[in-house]
C-alpha cells in the first residue's frame, strides 16, 4: 500500500523553463511534508518542507504548494537550471509517527 | 557533505552470510534512521534510535537488527542474507528525532551473490 505515491517517473524540461513536480499522498494522518533531491552515488539532499498549516512554502528557486483537500504536493523550480538535474522524492510524516515515508522518485532532466 | 558518515560504501557477500553495516550521525544529532533503497524505488523506513533508544520501527525484517551506541553511532546487521536483500542502505540523523530535515549519509551498497 503506497502511502506517498510519485507518478511520473520522469520528467524532462529545458533551462530557463519550470520545472513541477508532483505527489498524491493518501494518509490525512500526514501533518508535515518534505522534498529531498538525490544525485546519483550520494544520499538524498532535504530541499524543502511545509507543515499541513500552510499552503505554500518557498526557498529562493523552490516552492512547494500544498492543497490538502486534494491530498496532493507540488514542487515548482523556477528557472530550472541543468544542475537542477537529480531524482527528486517527496516525504511524508505523520504527527504520531517519527518515521517518513518516500514516494517512488521523480527524475528531473534540466537541458541545456 | 552532510556531515553523516556511513561504512563500507560498498559491500559484496554471498547469501546466508551476515554483514554489518555501520553508520556515524551529524555532530550533535542524537537520532538515526536507516532506510532500505532497492533498485529504483523509494526508501523505506526501517528503524530508527534516538539516544540509544529504539523509538520507532517500520518494515524492518527479523532478520535484520541495529543499535545504537553510547557514542551515537549506530550498526546495522543483516543476517542470512537472500538475493533480495541487495540494495543501498542509508542512515540519517537529525537533532530531534521527529522525522524531520533527516540529513542524509552517502549510503552503503550492499550486493548478495
Known amino acids: 500500500d503506497q502511502q506517498v505515491k510519485q507518478n511520473s517517473p520522469s520528467l524532462s524540461v529545458q533551462e530557463g523553463r519550470i520545472s513541477i513536480l508532483n505527489c498524491d499522498y493518501t494518509?490525512?494522518?500526514?501533518?508535515?511534508f518534505l522534498w529531498y533531491k538525490k544525485y546519483p552515488a550520494e544520499g538524498p539532499t532535504f530541499l524543502i518542507s511545509?507543515?499541513?498549516?500552510?499552503d505554500k512554502n518557498e526557498d529562493g528557486r523552490f516552492t512547494v504548494f500544498l492543497n490538502k483537500s486534494a491530498k496532493h504536493l507540488s514542487l515548482h523550480i523556477v528557472p530550472s537550471q541543468p544542475g537542477d538535474s537529480a531524482v527528486y522524492f517527496c516525504?511524508?510524516?505523520?504527527?504520531?509517527?517519527?518515521?517518513?515515508?518516500f514516494g517512488s522518485g521523480t527524475r528531473l532532466l534540466v537541458r541545456p | 557533505d552532510s556531515g553523516v558518515t556511513q561504512t563500507p560504501k560498498h559491500l559484496i557477500t554471498a547469501t546466508g552470510q551476515r554483514v554489518t553495516l555501520r553508520c556515524s550521525p551529524r555532530?550533535?544529532?542524537?537520532?538515526v534512521y536507516w532506510y532500505q533503497q532497492s533498485l529504483d524505488q523509494g526508501l523505506q523506513f526501517l528503524i530508527q534510535?534516538?539516544?540509544?533508544?529504539?523509538?520507532a520501527k517500520g518494515n524492518i525484517l527479523e532478520r535484520f537488527s541495529a543499535q545504537q551506541f553510547p557514542d551515537l553511532h549506530s550498526e546495522l546487521n543483516l543476517s542470512s542474507l537472500e538475493l533480495g536483500d541487495s540494495a543501498l542502505y542509508f542512515c540519517?540523523?537529525?537533532?530531534?528525532?521527529?522525522?524531520?530535515?533527516?540529513?542524509f549519509g552517502p549510503g552503503t551498497r550492499l550486493t548478495v551473490t
Open positions: 516525504a511524508a510524516r505523520a504527527d504520531s509517527s517519527y518515521k517518513l515515508i
Open positions: 494518509n490525512s494522518m500526514f501533518d508535515y
Open positions: 511545509i507543515s499541513s498549516i500552510k
Open positions: 555532530s550533535g544529532d542524537l537520532s
Open positions: 534510535y534516538y539516544n540509544g533508544e529504539e523509538r
Open positions: 540519517a540523523s537529525d537533532v530531534t528525532g521527529t522525522g524531520s530535515e533527516q540529513y
